[in-house]
């Protein structure tokens, strides 16, 4: 019988950060730090806009760039809040999620043996989603001396004459790493000197706690070269509600547009209409969830350094990256005693990349209490770790 499934399809590894929520889902008394998706309930404004939505019977396919209130009030936001001017008829989509628009910008942009530079530790879909679009994925491995940023000597080391996109994962998800205004800088004069194109996933955006973020599309000749990726699931809680957008050169969303017609048609309507709300109201929200973040982020940090974890402070998003590396184990086999020994469930590094080996992926999307008692875990387990090392030697 003719195997039904695709060649590229079969060469390409389930996301590694499910495996371990799967476990602990069936496990009594255990904790998760491992999904990243906020703790927090859609506010009531947002989810109150979507109820009423439906009592009005907004069912119907809206546009297939989506709402024209809802593309204007993105375009004001990005204008507010990080000095993007975009137009909202030619230049924006509104799209399933985040995870779309990566999708529909690779395969608008890539033909096959086109190169994708790829910063690692990062997000499991830019690789997977690249191969989908017939490309070669280049990983470049950041460093944690680096405070995992993505620097332009390494952008430079990786290039080809094959090369066409760069994708920015910053604020990083796992690692926490941001890009200041002057990496950036750095990073575009690169970028511009060998013609390339850059996806910038800013879903995290919102969630900086150094200064405030800065998107690599606002710098001189970048926003013709980027495409912006966002959407509501981290900065207002709504990740249920599957709604992101793309920004970009009208002659890149033209065709990504194509692509998401035929195979979305248009994102979910009343949770295009709960982000109009969102936008219009919910500034508040999320700054009230980044300050929760960002004690809970002070937490993590202290905590770390005071029981010996090596650790680097991570300014973005709401993980942290601990090394693990003094115990001579795999992230995998760090991760999977820990789940058996201490029922606390972690994402190991090589999730994210071969070169997140020896670190773990720890959400803080999580409550105050829920940390305490899993760092409280931790502590006894790296303790008894650190007892059998000193034995054995």
């Given at each position: 019988m003719r195997n039904p499934l695709s060649q590229v399809i079969e060469t390409i590894q389930p996301s590694g950060i499910r495996k371990f929520f799967d476990i602990v889902s069936e496990m009594e008394d255990a904790i998760s730090l491992g999904v990243g998706e906020p703790d927090f309930d859609t506010p009531w404004h947002i989810r109150d806009e979507g109820i009423y939505t439906l009592e009005k019977g907004r069912t119907f396919y809206t546009s297939n760039a989506g709402l024209k209130e809802l593309r204007m009030e993105i375009a004001n936001y990005l204008r507010r809040r990080f000095g993007l001017e975009y137009d909202y008829q030619s230049e924006m989509l509104i799209t399933v999620g985040g995870s779309e628009g990566i999708d529909l910008a690779f395969r608008a942009m890539l033909d096959p043996g086109d190169e994708v530079l790829i910063p690692q530790p990062s997000y499991v879909s830019y690789l997977p989603c690249a191969v989908l679009a017939g490309a070669k994925p280049v990983v470049i491995e950041l460093k944690e001396e680096n405070q995992f940023r993505l620097?332009?000597?390494?952008?430079?080391?990786?290039?080809?004459?094959?090369?066409?996109?760069?994708?920015?994962?910053?604020?990083?998800?796992?690692?926490?790493?941001?890009?200041?205004?002057?990496?950036?800088?750095?990073?575009?004069?690169?970028?511009?000197?060998?013609?390339?194109?850059?996806?910038?996933?800013?879903?995290?955006?919102?969630?900086?706690?150094?200064?405030?973020?800065?998107?690599?599309?606002?710098?001189?000749?970048?926003?013709?070269?980027?495409?912006?990726?966002?959407?509501?699931?981290?900065?207002?809680?709504?990740?249920?509600?599957?709604?992101?957008?793309?920004?970009?050169?009208?002659?890149?969303?033209?065709?990504?547009?194509?692509?998401?017609?035929?195979?979305?048609?248009?994102?979910?309507?009343?949770?295009?209409?709960?982000?109009?709300?969102?936008?219009?109201?919910?500034?508040?929200?999320?700054?009230?969830?980044?300050?929760?973040?960002?004690?809970?982020?002070?937490?993590?940090?202290?905590?770390?350094?005071?029981?010996?974890?090596?650790?680097?402070?991570?300014?973005?998003?709401?993980?942290?990256?601990?090394?693990?590396?003094?115990?001579g184990m795999t992230s995998d086999e760090f991760a999977t005693r820990f789940l058996q020994e201490e029922k606390v469930a972690v994402v190991p590094g090589t999730a994210f990349g071969d070169c997140g080996e020896g670190f773990l992926r720890i959400s803080y999307a999580y409550s105050l209490d829920n940390l305490k008692v899993a760092l409280e875990r931790l502590e006894r387990f790296v303790n008894k770790l650190r007892a059998e090392k000193e034995n054995k030697e």
């Open positions: 620097t332009a000597e390494e952008l430079e080391a990786a290039i080809t004459p094959k090369s066409k996109i760069v994708v920015l994962p910053f604020p990083n998800n796992p690692t926490g790493a941001v890009m200041e205004k002057k990496d950036l800088e750095a990073i575009a004069k690169v970028v511009i000197a060998h013609d390339l194109y850059v996806l910038s996933d800013e879903i995290y955006a919102e969630l900086c706690y150094l200064d405030e973020h800065t998107s690599i599309a606002s710098l001189p000749g970048m926003k013709e070269r980027t495409i912006l990726i966002n959407g509501f699931s981290k900065s207002h809680a709504m990740t249920g509600w599957r709604l992101g957008y793309a920004c970009g050169p009208k002659v890149i969303l033209k065709q990504m547009l194509k692509i998401h017609q035929f195979a979305i048609m248009c994102a979910p309507t009343n949770s295009q209409y709960a982000a109009v709300e969102a936008m219009k109201n919910g500034d508040d929200d999320v700054c009230m969830m980044r300050e929760e973040y960002n004690r809970r982020r002070r937490y993590l940090v202290h905590e770390f350094h005071r029981m010996g974890l090596q650790c680097f402070e991570p300014f973005g998003a709401f993980y942290i990256f601990p090394s693990i590396k003094e115990f």
